[in-house]
């Protein structure tokens, strides 16, 4: 069952990623949408914040309908040093895996196919070094 709810979030990005091209003719790569909010005025004018505020809303609403128990089984140090490196990733890579992985790769760009392959072999590397040598 599982399945269905992944194949319904996949229908559900693409068609957010769908409509906010065409209603905004931007990509929507969320890292660029954040780096956006750092400019602190017009927030409310920007279509990336509402955006940005449409997944959290979402976010919590299916949370509501369908709880998640997470649980982490690691420290606040190594979340902190994962998020700082997926931040540095995502500046090197000019783009985070919604940019490229969702809008680029549809798109056929080159570069998104090229970017997201690395950061999907970085990610199956840094699993498998986590499990086998640091948990």
């Not at 609403?61 to 490196?85: D, R, Y």
């Not at 199956?124 to 499990?131: G, L, P, S």
Request: some cysteine; charged content about 10%.
């Amino acid at each position: 069952m599982e399945y269905i709810h992944s194949l319904i979030g996949g229908v559900l990005i693409g068609i957010a990623v769908v409509g906010y091209l065409f209603t905004h003719g931007r990509v929507a790569g969320v890292s660029g949408m954040i780096a956006q909010q750092f400019h602190l005025q017009g927030w409310f004018q920007r279509s990336s914040f509402w955006f940005l505020v449409g997944l959290m809303l979402v976010t919590i609403i299916g949370q509501h309908i369908k709880p998640m128990n997470i649980e982490l089984k690691t420290s606040t140090f190594w979340l902190i040093i994962s998020g700082l490196l997926v931040g540095f990733g995502t500046r090197l890579g000019s783009g985070c895996t919604s940019g490229h992985g969702v809008c680029g790769v549809s798109r056929l760009s080159l570069r998104s196919i090229v970017a997201t392959l690395v950061f999907m072999f970085m990610g199956f590397a840094t699993v498998f070094v986590f499990k086998r040598y640091i948990h």
